[in-house]
């Protein structure tokens, strides 16, 4: 573990300042720097008055919570030994233990960091919708602080952190489409798909493909280049295949253990392959009206959310390189279908898939708003009065 440790800090600290030194003046929107200290200290209240109201009520902050105290723990000489942590999910846990480490076992910090990692992610949704559209961005930072984000976010979770990633990962994807800034917006690709990876591999390996080859068929001019690329997919499937089934990726058992861990209501549904086109159905679109009576009003506020901002970014699609963001949503999604095993589970889970849609529903929104205004300046009714007023 001192190794691990000692490697990640010496390989991924000047990876980090380098690339954050490229980064931030992309993620920097003047549009919304007067609302961001505000935001912050909303979210940061939110967090401790929760905190303080019920306490780590989430069976995952609690096992975080003690993960990060036995690395610290670890880390200073007090114990021989730290605590066991699964690959592909140690991003959080050694961060937190890491701020425990220096600033003291207090909730109150991890809590604050990720305050902290949902303004960051609600600044660079509005840039990201700043690139697809002029004057969006206020729309999309607005979209961005809503009640999923506020309640998930601000427990002990490793969620906020992981949206932080995504919306940098998706930045860099549009970024490289519409800016010609390409080294600048690749270096945030990578950060934030790395980030990704080490919160939660298993969705950081689909979206990081989808937007890799995504960027790659997008990117190539030429009809035979693009036929080339899905050549080479499809002849790289069965290697893809052969990787996941020597990894039991796919395993039953593995994946019906995966379910068990991150079941937090009593809501499952079934799953598996068998049941694959169903379960995605639900994780896109569930839980279905007659569904709710068993469920409870937090599942039908998220729900609502959820489909608030999924029809504002079918809105919002006819926007240029659109696709390239749905590719990642749907990427997200298509993931959470294969672990997801109730509305537990789902609810938070499908945030992931909500920022990245953030930037196209703002663009949505502004749509709407563009054809009311249009609307108010063509009525005959309108025209008159402000003949008169004038």
């Known amino acids: 573990m001192v190794t691990e440790t000692t490697f990640a800090l010496v ?4 990876l980090l300042l380098v690339g954050g030194m490229l980064v931030l003046p992309l993620i920097a929107t003047p549009a919304v720097s ?21 306490g780590l009520f989430a069976p995952d902050a609690a096992t975080y919570d003690q993960q990060a105290m036995g690395l610290a723990k670890y880390w ?11 690959a592909g999910k140690s991003g959080w846990p050694y961060l937190l233990g890491g701020l425990y480490l220096f600033l003291g076992a207090s909730p ?22 700043q690139l697809l559209s002029p004057n969006t961005g206020r729309l999309a930072f607005t979209l961005a602080l809503n009640p999923t984000t506020l309640f998930w976010g601000t427990m002990l979770l490793r969620e906020a952190g992981m949206w932080f990633f995504i919306s940098l990962a998706t930045l860099g994807a549009v970024g490289i489409q ?17 980030g990704a990876y080490s919160f939660r591999s298993s969705v950081a390996v689909a979206l990081g493909a989808t937007l890799i080859l995504s960027l790659l068929i997008a990117r190539s001019s030429r009809l035979a280049v693009k036929i080339s690329l899905l050549a080479v997919t499809l002849a790289a499937t069965p290697t893809a295949v052969a990787y996941i089934q020597s990894q039991a990726l796919l395993d039953p058992d593995r994946i019906e253990m995966s379910q068990t861990e991150l079941a937090g209501a009593n809501s499952g549904f079934s799953t598996g392959l068998g049941s694959l086109p169903a379960t995605l159905l639900r994780v896109t679109l569930g839980p279905f009206p007659w569904e709710f009576p068993s469920l409870g009003l937090l599942y039908l506020a998220e729900w609502v959310i959820w489909i608030a901002i999924l029809a504002l970014s079918i ?14 949503s749907v990427a997200v999604i298509s993931s959470l279908a294969f672990t997801s095993g109730n509305y537990g589970t789902t609810v938070r889970l499908r945030a ?8 196209l529903a703002a663009q949505g929104w502004a749509q709407i708003r563009a054809k009311k205004e249009l609307r108010a300046t063509t009525n005959p009714l309108h025209s008159k009065t402000a003949t008169t007023h004038g």
């Open 11 to 14: 390989a991924g600290v000047p």
């Open 178 to 194: 519409k800016s010609h800034r390409v080294g600048a917006y690749l270096t945030a690709l990578l950060i934030g798909l790395l």
């Open 352 to 359: 992931m898939a909500l920022v990245i849609l953030l930037p």
């Open 76 to 86: 200073r000489g007090e114990s021989a030994t730290g605590p066991e942590i699964h």
């Open 315 to 328: 809105r919002g699609t006819k926007t240029r390189h659109a696709w390239i963001i749905w590719a990642g």
């Open 34 to 54: 007067n609302r961001l200290i505000v935001s912050l200290l909303l979210f940061v209240a939110f967090g401790f008055a929760l905190y303080i109201t019920v």
């Open 108 to 129: 109150y910090v991890g809590i604050a960091v990720n305050a902290i990692f949902c303004i960051s992610m609600a600044a660079i949704a509005a840039r990201t919708s």
